[in-house]
């Protein structure tokens, strides 16, 4: 079955205790793509990357690292986290260009107390 | 550069009436994408419909269409004969770039739909 998966999908942290969230697509999608959604604010996108070893910021990248040293996968590293970096957190995989859709993951939501 | 504005917050509309939801976008490209995702109360993220920037007709997809007017920026969803469980958020996406370039992908606030019995 296609899918994007991502793990965990509930996380409950302390500030400044690093955390990956990780993401893993079987499409072999070459763009993959990071965002934070927020009550009123809509999905931001904070990564995206075209292909492996290639990563771009996206609107709201402060606070986020990310690395793509496979096709599959593209965690998400928070070193320090903050509250304010409470959210929902979606991954996203597609083909590249403007016409394709992306497959979404099911979300992670992260508490930093 | 790239913008995504969705005006209503909220809407109500009762069971069977058709329901449009408004989106206007900003860009200096010429070849991008338009996307409407549905949202559930149970946090999923679905693909709705798409229309790209050449195509000349308005993308239709069971009951979505989009009314997509390019030279007023405007890329409206309409749900004909809306259901209870079209109850939802909607959130309008845009992603610019030709096929074999990387691209942001941005969205707009958000439309949450409420249908009346």
């Known amino acids: 079955e296609a899918q994007v998966t991502q793990n965990p999908r509930y996380l409950i942290t302390v500030t400044g205790k690093k955390l990956t969230v990780t993401c893993s697509q079987n499409?072999?999608?070459?763009?993959m793509s990071w965002y934070r959604q927020d009550p009123g604010l809509g999905l931001r996108q904070i990564y995206y990357?075209?292909?492996?070893?290639?990563?771009d910021k996206g609107d709201v990248p402060e606070g986020y690292k990310v690395s793509r040293k496979e096709k599959r996968n593209f965690p998400l590293i928070l070193e320090s986290p903050s509250p304010n970096q409470t959210s929902l957190y979606f991954c996203?995989?597609?083909?590249?260009?403007?016409?394709?859709?992306?497959?979404f993951g099911p979300g992670t939501r992260l508490l930093v107390l | 550069a790239q913008k995504i504005t969705q005006t209503q917050p909220g809407m109500f509309v009762q069971e069977k009436e058709a329901v449009t939801l408004d989106c206007t976008y900003d860009?200096?490209?010429?070849?991008?994408?338009l996307f409407w995702y549905k949202q559930p109360s149970s946090g999923e993220m679905i693909f709705l419909i798409y229309?790209?920037?050449?195509?000349?007709q308005n993308a239709t997809e069971g009951r979505y269409s989009l009314n997509f007017q390019k030279a007023r920026k405007s890329a409206n969803l309409v749900i004909s004969a809306s259901q209870l469980g079209d109850s939802a958020m909607y959130f309008c996406?845009?992603?610019?770039?030709?096929?074999?370039?990387?691209?942001?992908?941005?969205f707009g606030s958000g439309t949450r739909l409420s249908i009346r019995p």
């Open positions: 996203a995989s597609s083909l590249a260009g403007s016409r394709e859709t992306q497959y």
């Open positions: 499409m072999n999608h070459e763009y």
């Open positions: 990357s075209m292909n492996v070893e290639v990563t």
């Open positions: 860009t200096s490209d010429q070849s991008y994408g």
């Open positions: 229309q790209g920037s050449y195509d000349e």
């Open positions: 996406a845009m992603r610019e770039g030709e096929s074999s370039s990387a691209s942001k992908i941005i």
